[in-house]
Nanobody
Framework: QVQLVESGGGLVQAGASLRLSCTASGRTFSTYAMGWFRQAPGKEREFVAGISWSAGMVNYADSVQGRFTISRDNAKHTVYLQMNSLKPEDTAVYYC??????????????????WGQGTQVTVSS
């Protein structure tokens, strides 16, 4: 069993930055890929960014490429999402997820085995 807890969300103005954190417990963190997803009201949960278990491979949604950076610290069992130049359309609940038994992170939410409870990010214009 893996428990994931996100933190770092909040209310910011457009153009600001936030850093989300997701801390894992329960199993060996370094053996699974991690992803960040988001879900806005009335929309489906969508992929934002993913990172392989060794951090050697990262991938991003086109909408955040160049603005968001995913990273991980396996010693701290934590994955981060640095979000810069935030836009109102980035407003959503952000979730981290763990994908077991795979080196790179999938784009599909159905591939992930465990999810956090989510943290709200609101960007005002």
């Amino acid at each position: 069993q893996v428990q994931l807890v996100e933190s770092g969300g909040g209310l910011v103005q457009a153009g600001a930055s936030l850093r989300l954190s997701c801390t894992a417990s329960g199993r060996t963190f370094s053996t699974y890929a991690m992803g960040w997803f988001r879900q806005a009201p009335g929309k489906e949960r969508e992929f934002v960014a993913g990172i392989s278990w060794s951090a050697g491979m990262v991938n991003y949604a086109d909408s955040v490429q160049g603005r968001f950076t995913i990273s991980r610290d396996n010693a701290k069992h934590t994955v981060y999402l640095q979000m810069n130049s935030l836009k109102p359309e980035d407003t959503a609940v952000y979730y981290c997820a763990a994908e077991l038994g795979r080196y790179s992170a999938s784009y599909s939410r159905t591939a992930y085995d465990y999810w956090g409870q989510g943290t709200q990010v609101t960007v005002s214009s």
